[in-house]
């Protein structure tokens, strides 16, 4: 038995092929027929590695009874938000709109003409906890468009007018000035945790877009609270079992305030940001533990993250073997049985093992204490100690490698490729990792030549198709990508693919009212009753944040004004909302962070792999910046942006590499002088 999911390449929707339910995907197919048949629409959404996507599948969808009445009273449609992240935005926000309250699976029921009147979430097969049974919800609904189709038409009309004022936006006359910045901080330090780090009690999520505002602000103000939040952040949360002790690399969230237990589920993104904002916390504090979580980090996606052509795929489950966490979780006599009863004992008590387990009998492991301190509890030097670890790491991963995996979602989604290859160059800068270079150069010949199709940046990639055309955040987060390549390499084609890229973007999302910010779709995207424009930064950058910061730096690199004023006009649209929500406005921070800066504008002339130009290169990326672009000009490669006024001139000097300096419309001396340039820098 298979549905109308099966031609589809989406894992996640390959899940629900064999369900008895006839299942459509978003097509033209599913909504044409609703229309002709004028039933309503059972929209579900989720994703591959959600764990209660997999309960409401397991007891709902495979239930032939259930399947029965959705098939019978509706046209059911399955979207993975991975692959629609409009649909997702929309019909997310309309069920917080009705319930006050969102997640996954999210269960939505819509006219034929796709406009919603009811929703919820996850559904129980039994009446359960106050939730009604999902038969129950299917008849009730039927019955509401069948017998009073008034009213589901004025409560569909009324959510859809609701919409459509919440997607507005309005630049604002009042000022983007640095109160705005100072404020944010405010709010973010009186809402933060001081005792386990981040903002919330549990679930506890890490939000590496509002502690990179805080390291700015940090760089900005000199606030030393601002870097102490970041620190005790970054510490509690490499100690938790949200990192991934064993194997590196971190979960999802964690489900109670102190970072032990993680939902297990690992997705790409967390892990891209997550892994550069502990670049940057090595860069500012010169805190060499911060650079092992970030190495293990990237090392994890190098080894079980990345497709053999150069993409990352998207998730790792939560699940294995049908049980959440199974995978990650060991009980005292496992360790002892693998390292023996001396190792094993000590590896045991660092990790926090105990007989009675503190996850459902077992161990997530975790660390207690600091290697400091432990080390002088059991008696042992500080290095024999680390050895010991990290000898034992090896081991425990090597035996954990034998057990069955949880499944991986091998979608590769543009933006997150995009966020996870701008790390892999910021690390390679940083680190001087070539492994790493060679992963983000392979990511951006993967991206720009698998998914681009006649121009146009497509949004996923799976089993060498991509059918939907790229987002708003797809452009951007390519975009900063490509120059964090750039800086990476000094190769002329990533800049000029990153300004070409720019321009589309531009011409495909931008307001033409100009009333800021961009739209998340193009007008090759799926008609919906409103164009959706997300403003939010939630789990990663927003197209809309991703888009300022990106254009603000391009305007100083090539001159062009255009791109600085849709950036200002951008962020002036969402001037008041950064101000009364800064948590949800991380990157909208730090792009306005930058625009309200006096960046840094550095030129190298010289071959890249010059020891000389790396040694000028070390001294730059040895300091936290995060206001500056930095551009290459290698004399072996002809760059077509020479004419560009920040490019103009810039050749080496005696035949040395070259630095050009220049700030607040002023510039430095070159220098060819290591010393010469840190002083310039750091004066």
Same mark, same amino acid.
């Given at each position: 038995m298979?549905n109308h999911?099966?031609?589809?390449t989406s894992p996640?929707?390959?899940?629900h092929?064999?369900?008895?339910?006839?299942?459509?995907?978003w097509d033209s197919e599913?909504l044409?027929?609703?229309?002709?048949e004028d039933?309503?629409i059972?929209?579900?959404?989720?994703?591959?590695a959600?764990?209660?996507?997999?309960?409401?599948?397991?007891?709902c969808?495979e239930d032939?009874?259930?399947?029965?009445?959705?098939?019978?009273?509706?046209v059911p449609?399955?979207v993975?938000r991975?692959e629609h992240?409009?649909?997702d935005?929309?019909?997310m926000?309309?069920?917080?709109?009705?319930?006050?309250?969102?997640g996954w699976?999210l269960?939505v029921f819509l006219?034929?003409q796709?406009?919603p009147?009811y929703?919820?979430?996850?559904?129980?097969?039994?009446?359960s906890?106050?939730?009604?049974?999902?038969?129950?919800?299917?008849?009730?609904?039927a019955d509401a468009y069948n017998t009073r189709?008034?009213?589901?038409?004025?409560?569909?009309?009324?959510?859809v007018?609701y919409l459509k004022?919440?997607?507005?936006?309005?630049?604002?006359p009042?000022?983007l000035?640095?109160?705005?910045?100072?404020?944010?901080?405010?709010a973010?330090?009186?809402?933060?945790?001081?005792?386990?780090?981040s903002?919330?009690?549990a679930p506890?999520?890490?939000q590496?877009?509002?502690q990179?505002?805080?390291?700015?602000y940090?760089h900005?103000s000199?606030?030393?609270?601002?870097l102490?939040?970041v620190?005790?952040t970054?510490?509690?949360?490499a100690?938790?079992?949200?990192?991934?002790q064993?194997g590196?690399?971190?979960?999802r969230?964690?489900?109670d305030a102190?970072w032990?237990?993680?939902?297990?589920?690992?997705m790409?993104?967390?892990?891209?940001l997550l892994?550069r904002l502990y670049?940057?916390?090595?860069?500012?504090?010169?805190?060499?533990?911060?650079?092992?979580?970030a190495?293990d980090?990237?090392?994890y996606v190098?080894?079980?993250?990345?497709?053999s052509a150069g993409g990352f795929?998207?998730a790792?489950?939560a699940d294995?073997e049908g049980?959440?966490g199974?995978?990650?979780?060991?009980?005292?006599?496992?360790?002892?049985?693998?390292?023996?009863?001396?190792?094993?004992?000590?590896?045991?008590?660092?990790?926090?093992?105990s007989?009675?387990?503190?996850f459902?009998g077992r161990?997530?492991l975790h660390v207690?204490?600091?290697i400091?301190?432990?080390?002088?509890?059991?008696?042992?030097?500080?290095?024999e100690l680390?050895?010991?670890?990290?000898q034992s790491?090896?081991?425990l991963l090597?035996a954990?490698e034998?057990?069955?995996?949880?499944?991986r979602?091998e979608?590769?989604?543009?933006s997150?490729?995009?966020l996870?290859?701008g790390?892999?160059a910021?690390a390679a800068?940083?680190?001087?990792?070539?492994?790493?270079?060679?992963?983000a150069t392979?990511s951006a010949?993967?991206?720009?030549?698998?998914l681009r199709?006649d121009?146009v940046?497509?949004?996923s990639y799976?089993d060498?198709?991509?059918k939907?055309?790229?987002y708003?955040d797809?452009?951007?987060?390519l975009?900063?990508?490509?120059?964090?390549?750039?800086e990476?390499?000094?190769?002329?084609?990533?800049l000029?693919?990153?300004?070409? #890229?720019?321009? !589309?973007?531009t011409y @495909?999302?931008?307001?033409?009212?100009?009333?800021g &910010?961009?739209y998340?779709?193009? $007008?090759?995207?799926?008609?919906?009753?409103?164009?959706?424009?997300?403003i939010?930064?939630?789990?990663k950058?927003?197209?809309?944040s991703?888009?300022?910061?990106v254009?603000?730096?391009?305007?100083?690199?090539?001159g062009?004004?255009?791109?600085?004023?849709?950036a200002?006009?951008?962020?002036?649209?969402?001037?008041e909302q950064?101000r009364?929500?800064p948590l949800?406005?991380?990157?909208?921070?730090c792009a306005l962070d930058f625009?309200?800066?006096n960046?840094?504008e550095?030129v190298?002339a010289?071959?890249?792999?010059d020891?000389?130009?790396?040694?000028l290169?070390?001294?730059?990326?040895?300091?936290?910046?995060?206001?500056r672009v930095?551009?290459?000009?290698?004399?072996?490669?002809?760059?077509? #942006?020479?004419a !560009?006024?920040l490019? @103009?001139?810039?050749t080496?000097?005696h035949?040395? &590499?070259?630095?050009?300096?220049? $700030?607040?419309h002023i510039?430095h001396?070159?220098?060819s002088d290591?010393?010469?340039?840190e002083r310039?820098l750091d004066?």
């Amino acid at each position: 038995m298979t549905n109308h999911l099966i031609k589809e390449t989406s894992p996640y929707l390959l899940q629900h092929a064999h369900n008895p339910v006839d299942w459509y995907p978003w097509d033209s197919e599913a909504l044409e027929r609703a229309r002709r048949e004028d039933k309503p629409i059972l929209l579900s959404i989720g994703y591959s590695a959600c764990h209660w996507c997999h309960v409401m599948e397991r007891e709902c969808f495979e239930d032939v009874a259930i399947a029965g009445l959705m098939n019978e009273h509706f046209v059911p449609i399955k979207v993975d938000r991975e692959e629609h992240p409009d649909l997702d935005h929309v019909y997310m926000e309309a069920v917080q709109a009705m319930t006050g309250s969102g997640g996954w699976p999210l269960t939505v029921f819509l006219t034929p003409q796709g406009e919603p009147f009811y929703g919820g979430t996850y559904f129980p097969p039994q009446d359960s906890h106050g939730l009604p049974a999902f038969s129950r919800v299917l008849l009730a609904v039927a019955d509401a468009y069948n017998t009073r189709r008034s009213q589901v038409a004025a409560t569909a009309d009324q959510l859809v007018s609701y919409l459509k004022e919440r997607s507005s936006v309005k630049a604002t006359p009042q000022p983007l000035d640095g109160d705005i910045l100072r404020q944010a901080y405010q709010a973010v330090a009186a809402s933060f945790d001081h005792e386990n780090g981040s903002f919330s009690s549990a679930p506890k999520f890490p939000q590496p877009m509002v502690q990179e505002f805080l390291l700015r602000y940090h760089h900005r103000s000199q606030e030393s609270q601002a870097l102490q939040m970041v620190e005790l952040t970054l510490d509690k949360m490499a100690k938790g079992g949200i990192y991934d002790q064993i194997g590196g690399g971190f979960h999802r969230y964690s489900t109670d305030a102190r970072w032990l237990v993680p939902h297990f589920e690992k997705m790409l993104y967390d892990n891209a940001l997550l892994s550069r904002l502990y670049l940057h916390a090595y860069q500012a504090t010169g805190n060499t533990g911060y650079r092992h979580i970030a190495e293990d980090t990237l090392d994890y996606v190098l080894r079980e993250m990345t497709d053999s052509a150069g993409g990352f795929y998207s998730a790792q489950d939560a699940d294995s073997e049908g049980v959440e966490g199974k995978y990650y979780v060991w009980t005292a006599k496992e360790i002892i049985g693998l390292l023996g009863q001396e190792e094993g004992r000590l590896i045991g008590q660092y990790f926090g093992i105990s007989d009675e387990g503190n996850f459902d009998g077992r161990n997530v492991l975790h660390v207690p204490t600091d290697i400091e301190t432990f080390a002088a509890a059991v008696g042992v030097r500080q290095e024999e100690l680390g050895a010991t670890i990290e000898q034992s790491r090896r081991r425990l991963l090597a035996a954990r490698e034998q057990r069955v995996r949880p499944s991986r979602d091998e979608k590769i989604v543009t933006s997150w490729n995009s966020l996870m290859l701008g790390s892999f160059a910021e690390a390679a800068s940083i680190l001087g990792r070539e492994d790493y270079r060679s992963a983000a150069t392979a990511s951006a010949d993967f991206l720009l030549h698998e998914l681009r199709r006649d121009d146009v940046l497509m949004h996923s990639y799976k089993d060498r198709k991509s059918k939907i055309p790229g987002y708003l955040d797809d452009y951007a987060l390519l975009i900063g990508g490509l120059l964090a390549l750039h800086e990476a390499s000094f190769e002329p084609r990533w800049l000029e693919e990153a300004i070409s #890229l720019a321009d !589309a973007m531009t011409y @495909r999302f931008w307001d033409g009212e100009q009333h800021g &910010p961009f739209y998340d779709t193009g $007008q090759d995207h799926s008609v919906l009753f409103l164009r959706p424009r997300d403003i939010l930064d939630s789990v990663k950058p927003c197209g809309g944040s991703a888009a300022a910061d990106v254009l603000l730096r391009l305007a100083i690199i090539t001159g062009e004004t255009a791109f600085e004023k849709r950036a200002v006009a951008a962020l002036s649209s969402v001037r008041e909302q950064i101000r009364a929500h800064p948590l949800g406005f991380g990157h909208w921070l730090c792009a306005l962070d930058f625009h309200l800066s006096n960046p840094k504008e550095i030129v190298i002339a010289g071959m890249h792999n010059d020891q000389r130009t790396q040694a000028l290169l070390r001294i730059i990326h040895a300091r936290y910046m995060p206001n500056r672009v930095l551009v290459g000009v290698d004399p072996g490669k002809p760059h077509a #942006l020479t004419a !560009a006024p920040l490019l @103009r001139n810039r050749t080496m000097i005696h035949g040395c &590499p070259t630095v050009y300096l220049c $700030q607040r419309h002023i510039c430095h001396t070159p220098t060819s002088d290591p010393s010469a340039l840190e002083r310039e820098l750091d004066g």
